[in-house]
T-cell receptor
Framework: EAGVTQSPRYAVLQEGQAVSFWCDPISGHDTLYWYQQPRDQGPQLLVYFRDEAVIDNSQLPSDRFSAVRPKGTNSTLKIQSAKQGDTATYLC???????????FGKGTRLTVV | AQKVTQTQTSISVMEKTTVTMDCVYETQDSSYFLFWYKQTASGEIVFLIRQDSYKKENATVGHYSLNFQKPKSSIGLIITATQIEDSAVYFCAMRQTGFASALTFGSGTKVIVLP
């Protein structure tokens, strides 16, 4: 069974540039999560979906961050006008409703200079 | 809102000995799950072990076991017979039971296993 796939693995931007991260969850998983993990900190939830619906995006900086999951499968997280404070690893995870385990992708390491 | 706190930032232990990590949590939920995850040097996050809040018995998986003290809102991780490959960052996390809930993580404890 393929795991959670993320791309790209690395990204380096200048402040003000835009970037998109892509996530392919485990086949059949209905719940998809995006986490931000700054260096030497724990993952912090940005947004999560059940199927195509947003369940909670309260931690998503809405002025510059957006996330979609239009068909309830793959998802894209986009940062408009990146700032140095966005430097972090962005993790995608998925799970199946009724199953407690959450599976993580390898993450995208973003550096904003 | 849930909160998870890990106060130990780094622990060094000798190979083949036991290491214990602390975690305390806050929640208003009556039913919840508690987890420990391991993040390797490559950044991969791997599930290790889970404790269901309604279970009194401490969970055990391989050389990982938990010390669940519900009155203290505490869930410690114990790794016995440590190996070099146990060197990693360990995260405590929790989520409420029920519909599509998300994990809340602590800040992590780095474990260094010395030969």
């Amino acid at each position: 069974e393929a795991g959670v796939t993320q791309s790209p693995r690395y990204a380096v931007l200048q402040e003000g540039q835009a970037v998109s991260f892509w996530c392919d969850p485990i086949s059949g998983h209905d719940t998809l999560y995006w986490y931000q993990q700054p260096r030497d900190q724990g993952p912090q939830l940005l947004v999560y979906f059940r199927d195509e619906a947003v369940i909670d995006n309260s931690q998503l900086p809405s002025d510059r961050f957006s996330a979609v999951r239009p068909k309830g499968t793959n998802s894209t997280l986009k940062i408009q006008s990146a700032k140095q404070g966005d430097t972090a690893t962005y993790l995608c995870a998925s799970s199946l409703e009724g199953n407690t385990e959450v599976f993580f992708g390898k993450g995208t390491r973003l550096t904003v200079v | 809102a849930q909160k998870v706190t890990q106060t130990q930032t780094s622990i060094s232990v000798m190979e083949k000995t036991t290491v214990t990590m602390d975690c305390v949590y806050e929640t208003q939920d009556s039913s919840y799950f508690l987890f420990w995850y391991k993040q390797t040097a490559s950044g991969e996050i791997v599930f290790l072990i889970r404790q269901d809040s309604y279970k009194k018995e401490n969970a055990t998986v391989g050389h990982y076991s938990l010390n669940f003290q519900k009155p203290k809102s505490s869930i410690g991780l114990i790794i016995t017979a440590t190996q070099i490959e146990d060197s990693a960052v360990y995260f405590c996390a929790m989520r409420q039971t029920g519909f599509a809930s998300a994990l809340t993580f602590g800040s992590g404890t780095k474990v260094i296993v010395l030969p």
